[in-house]
């Protein structure tokens, strides 16, 4: 079964410090998502890439977050300087867009931060 | 307000009995709508997604589309205490709009099947 691949599984870091997430989308989708999940707020977009083009970013904090997609099989995560508030499950999804209807998105296993 | 909602719960219902979870949308302009099953500590997974209205089955779940009244709704029959978990509904635009397979998550409806 192709899947979305999400690296690290759990990540604690100390308030101030970088932390980077991956993810590698399944072979031949052509959308990324990343999406931050917690129990207060559910699932929240945070960003998103359509053939590796950002489309979307404005449920990111601009000042301490950042996403790229330097190629197809790689997406990445950056919140510099972590904050307790970031702590969440941060979850990669892809799907391939561009017909009538969109493929349903397939989500990685999650990046479980912590940050003290 | 939440373009998606989600009837709050939790829902709590026998093994064996129909389970009906609901939800609402606001935008007239969503086109397609997706059921994600996620246990506790994994990530979403998909169950189900429809386009038109009326009904679609697969297995014991069946998934309605109502879009005059903006809702839709999946039915789990024959419930199962595996089926005991939280459900996202999921809603986005298509038909060559720019979101592009966005979607927008209610805030989830937990399960319990008691045995």
């Known amino acids: 079964d192709a899947r979305v691949t999400q690296t690290p599984r759990h990540k604690v870091t100390e308030m101030g410090q970088e932390v980077t997430m991956r993810c590698q989308p399944i072979?031949?989708?052509?959308?990324v998502f990343w999406y931050r999940q917690t129990m207060m707020q559910g699932l929240e977009l945070l960003a998103y890439?359509?053939?590796?083009?950002?489309?979307?970013d404005s449920g990111m904090p601009k000042d301490r977050f950042s996403a790229e997609m330097p190629d197809a099989t790689l997406a990445t995560l950056k919140i510099q300087p972590s904050e307790p508030r970031d702590s969440a499950v941060y979850f990669c999804a892809s799907g391939r867009t561009g017909g009538y209807y969109n493929s349903p998105l397939h989500f990685g296993n999650g990046t479980r931060l912590t940050v003290t | 307000q939440k373009e998606v909602e989600q009837n709050s719960g939790p829902l709590s219902v026998p093994e064996g009995a129909i389970a009906s979870l609901n939800c609402t949308y606001s935008?007239?302009?969503?086109?397609?709508f997706f059921w994600y099953r996620q246990y506790s500590g994994k990530s979403p997974e998909l169950i189900m997604f429809i386009y038109s209205n009326g009904d679609k089955e697969d297995g014991r779940f069946t998934a309605q589309l109502n879009k005059a009244s903006q809702y839709v709704s999946l039915l789990i029959r024959d419930s199962q205490p595996s089926d005991s978990a939280t459900y996202l509904c999921?809603?986005?635009?298509?038909?060559?709009?720019?979101?592009?397979?966005?979607?927008?998550f209610g805030q989830g409806t937990i399960l319990t099947v008691h045995p």
């Open positions: 890439f359509r053939n590796r083009a950002p489309l979307d």
């Open positions: 935008d007239r302009g969503s086109q397609s």
């Open positions: 072979l031949g989708h052509n959308t």
């Open positions: 999921a809603g986005t635009y298509d038909a060559g709009g720019t979101s592009y397979g966005k979607l927008t």
